[in-house]
């Protein structure tokens, strides 16, 4: 199977956009997710009007390669007439229906039966259920519900507190962002709800100590769970949650002995193992699901964005054997669930899209070809003299850019040298995303390495434009 993907047109003639009369509707309008709308109404919004395999067009014609996948989720690129068409075909036959009222449709039993059969077995944990949702937000939300409601059952309702990480990410609900770490999310809202503490974040370049190997690194950042679990009382901890690799926080990815070390503790004080996998899920990083690559055995795990290429919104949790059992056998009514749990049309679609990535190879291809290919070209980015750190795992990677990489000296806070860069990019046809001084990519999984050659070509160039700039500004 091909993974180029020219498609022809869905319709006959492109739309002419007029790009001004759209800005101005949008900054009368339109409120964005996590944007100064103020500030974004003076420079006026890109304006993007169509997609094709790695690339996205503006209204002003401008193509732009997506090394982001949209918002990590259009993993098997734009223009999937494939996708479109089960869409159009499960609207005319059920567009809806509610999963509530003891009722249930074709395309959400499919789907549940296929996520548990390609979630990997690991030593006593099997995954046997599925919880529908819209998003990884309302994902993480049930989550929270989930596993207070399990240690109810089991008659433990004092087991309440779930222990996340401080940056990490787990959607922007207000149980979603209380279970993450972000403190600009926290400042807006009361957050954290009470019950959900944090520790450290496993960032070697940040948290590391002088001389300290990574190894050691790993295993002293997941042992502050173990000091987080006594300091609360072990009876009193109901779960911890951690992103496999830290996506919206900067591409973290921790040491090999952080997780088999978190294993053992969550194993030892018997509390729940949360994998949001919202981002690392169905590719990424060459599996279908990161927990097993990773080297730990989850009881709930939190998917999204990917299980349809981002072409329609759904969400869920899959229940392992551990939880489901209680839940069922013991809990009674959950009293939790959506409107759109189970919606007939996203999941006829996650089916299209997983059987796509199946016939193709896209996980094989990630893991034995394309994602051992991005690390060699990423790594070589240290090469830079903006470039302090460069890492990748599958097909994710992040940098990060550093004033002086030889004294380990940063750029000031007010510098702002990422969305700098993050300019530059947009104006030389790449989309890569600025976190704090940080620049990550999660590129379409349908790449090769010609699109991955193409795409570090632009990397470098933008790389270039930025250490020009701050040169020219006195930043470094």
């Known amino acids: 199977m091909t993974l180029r993907n020219t498609p022809e047109p869905l319709v006959s003639e492109r739309r002419q956009i007029d790009t001004q009369t759209i800005q101005a509707l949008d900054s009368a309008h339109y409120m964005h997710p996590f944007t100064d709308t103020q500030a974004l109404a003076k420079r006026g919004a890109r304006v993007i009007t169509r997609g094709e395999?790695?690339?996205?067009?503006d209204s002003e014609g401008k193509k732009i390669l997506d090394a982001m996948s949209g918002l990590w989720c259009v993993n098997i690129g734009y223009g999937r007439q494939e996708l479109a068409q089960a869409a159009y075909l499960q609207m005319m036959e059920l567009p809806y229906y509610n999963s509530f009222f003891n009722t249930t449709n074709v395309p959400a039993v499919k789907l549940a039966t296929k996520l548990c059969e390609l979630a990997p077995t690991v030593g006593d944990r099997s995954f046997t259920h599925v919880f529908f949702s819209s998003s990884g937000s309302e994902s993480n939300d049930t989550n929270i519900r989930m596993?207070?409601?399990y240690?109810?059952?089991l008659g433990h309702p004092e087991r309440k507190v779930i222990i996340g990480r401080k940056n990490g990410y787990h959607g922007s609900t207000i149980g979603g962002a209380s279970l993450g770490g972000m403190q600009g999310m926290h400042d807006q809202g009361d957050l954290?709800?009470?019950?959900?503490?944090?520790?450290?974040?496993p960032y070697f370049l940040e948290n590391a100590l002088q001389g300290e190997?990574?190894?050691?690194?790993?295993l002293r950042m997941a042992r502050q769970l173990e000091t987080k679990i006594l300091e609360l009382g072990a009876d009193k901890v109901a779960a911890f949650i951690g992103e496999p690799i830290q996506g919206a926080g900067g591409v973290i990815i921790p040491p090999t002995s952080y997780w088999p070390e978190i294993q053992r503790i969550v194993d030892a004080y018997g509390i729940l193992l949360i994998s949001d996998e919202v981002i690392c899920a169905f590719g990424r990083l060459g599996a279908w699901f990161a927990y097993e690559k990773m080297g730990y055995k989850p009881d709930l795990i939190t998917f999204a964005k990917g299980?349809?290429?981002g072409y329609i919104p759904l969400g869920g949790v899959m229940v392992g054997n551990r939880v489901s059992k209680v839940l069922i056998e013991q809990g009674g009514d959950f009293n939790h669930g959506y409107t759109y749990s189970g919606h007939p049309v996203a999941c006829q679609v996650a089916l299209a899209t997983l059987d796509w990535m199946e016939r193709a190879q896209i996980v094989e291809r990630v893991r034995d070809d394309t994602g051992p290919y991005l690390a060699e070209k990423f790594?070589?980015?240290?090469?830079?003299?903006?470039?302090?750190?460069?890492?990748s795992l599958g097909l994710t990677a992040g940098l990060m850019l550093m004033k002086n990489k030889f004294t380990g000296a940063t750029f000031p806070p007010d510098?702002?040298?990422?969305?700098?860069?993050?300019?530059?990019?947009?104006?030389n046809g790449l989309v890569m995303r600025a976190v704090g001084d940080r620049m990550i990519i999660a590129p379409p999984l349908v790449m090769t390495r010609a699109d991955i050659d193409d795409m570090m070509r632009l990397i470098v160039r933008c790389l270039d434009l930025t250490l020009t700039e701050a040169r020219q500004k006195g930043w470094c």
């Open 379 to 391: 790594a070589a980015l240290k090469d830079h003299p903006l470039v302090g750190d460069a890492r």
């Open 213 to 218: 190997s990574e190894h050691d690194f790993g």
């Open 415 to 427: 510098v702002g040298v990422g969305m700098a860069c993050r300019a530059h990019c947009f104006n």
């Open 151 to 153: 240690w109810a059952s």
């Open 307 to 309: 299980v349809t290429s």
């Open 147 to 149: 596993v207070r409601h």
């Open 192 to 201: 954290p709800i009470p019950g959900i503490v944090h520790i450290d974040q």
């Open 53 to 57: 395999g790695i690339y996205v067009w």
